[in-house]
């Protein structure tokens, strides 16, 4: 077989595979990009809870605060009698 011959048939067999090694690649790349997708949404999901649990601890806070702040004024009325 001459060098020529063997670079047809190579060219051809890469012709011929070529696309289902296409297709193979883009079903990776979709699985892929789905299961990247997925973690995004996990993640952001994540990160909502976190902001969320932030503002009701910051809203304790607050209320706590303001009962400290009025139990303090009570108590300085107290101490005035």
């Not at 902001?51 to 607050?62: D, I, N, V």
Request: net charge negative.
């Amino acid at each position: 077989m001459s060098l020529a011959v063997e670079e047809e048939d190579y060219t051809k067999l890469v012709m011929e595979s070529e696309p289902e090694w296409l297709r193979t690649e883009v079903k990776r790349l979709f699985q892929e990009l789905g299961e990247t997708t997925r973690e995004k949404i996990q993640a952001a999901e994540y990160g909502l809870a976190v902001l969320e649990e932030k503002q009701q601890l910051k809203q304790q806070y607050e209320e706590l605060e303001l009962e400290y702040e009025t139990i303090r004024t009570e108590m300085d009325q107290l101490k005035e009698w």
